[in-house]
């Protein structure tokens, strides 16, 4: 069993960082899979990037935000730059030590672990 906390979010302006954090306990984390994803106010969940043997991004993430990870500290960070009011959302870290497909990732079922998310709110 694996527990996951998000923490770094936050109210920041259009053009601002921000470093999410994703806290695991409970086993090793190191052959996990970890991905986030995020929810705005009455949208689905989406896919934001994975960190696993390389990283993958959305479109809208990609060139912005940067995923990686320390296993020594069990923590998986997302380094988000240049943010944009449309990144406002609450931001979920997931894992699983199943293997994922390159088809998978961005599927909310290829995870078994969830955090309980961080609120990022980007203001104009």
């Known amino acids: 069993q694996v527990q996951l906390v998000e923490s770094g979010g936050g109210l920041v302006q259009a053009g601002d960082s921000l470093r999410l954090s994703c806290a695991a306990s409970g086993r090793t984390f190191s052959g996990y899979r970890v991905a986030w994803f995020r929810q705005a106010p009455g949208k689905e969940r989406e896919f934001v990037a994975w960190s696993g043997s390389s990283a993958y991004y959305a479109v809208s993430a990609k060139g912005r935000f940067t995923c990686s990870r320390d296993n020594a500290k069990n923590t998986v960070y997302l380094q988000m730059n240049s943010l944009k009011p449309e990144d406002t959302a609450v931001y979920y870290c997931?894992?699983?030590?199943?293997?994922?497909?390159?088809?998978?990732?961005?599927?909310?079922?290829?995870?078994?672990?969830w955090g309980q998310g961080t609120q990022v709110t980007v203001s104009s």
């Open positions: 997931a894992a699983s030590s199943r293997y994922t497909s390159n088809s998978a990732i961005a599927m909310l079922s290829s995870y078994d672990y």
